[in-house]
């Protein structure tokens, strides 16, 4: 199952909320297990197997973005932001990187479950 991140297909810049020049906004959402203040934009880009999400990363931080499961029904995606073991000076900004995975088949009408979390590598 191919689960593969690639913030590079995505134009740089994109805000939370936006969706690429290319995209079509995915509106069949779950999005119950992010926190209030994450982004929740989804779209597909080209023939519906490529699925863009804006995630969100801070400081030492790195987002990074993969596909957890795929039904006939259900696409769930995880956002993971990944940050150092060790301490270090980090800035305090947050990001809004634009990152997208592939999918065995279209996505179709199935609906998109978000999920988030964050790890020390």
């Known amino acids: 199952m191919p ?3 690639s913030p590079s297909e995505v134009p740089p810049g994109i805000a939370p909320g936006e969706v690429p020049p290319d995209g079509k906004p995915v509106t069949k959402l779950d999005t119950n297990a992010l926190t209030p203040d994450h982004p929740r934009t989804v779209w597909t880009q080209g023939d519906g197997k490529t699925v863009g ?3 969100q990363e801070g400081g030492c931080g790195k987002a ?3 596909v ?3 039904s006939a029904s259900t696409v769930k995606i995880e956002i993971l932001e990944t940050l150092p073991l060790d301490k ?3 800035t305090m900004d947050i ?3 634009p990152l997208t995975v592939q999918l065995s088949e279209p996505l179709g009408e199935r609906t998109v479950a978000l999920t988030s ?3 020390q590598k």
């Open 88 to 90: 270090q000076m980090c």
């Open 53 to 55: 999400v804006i995630a």
């Open 3 to 5: 689960t593969a991140t």
């Open 117 to 119: 979390r964050q790890e």
């Open 64 to 66: 990074s973005a993969s």
């Open 95 to 97: 990001r809004f990187p």
């Open 68 to 70: 957890l499961e795929q």
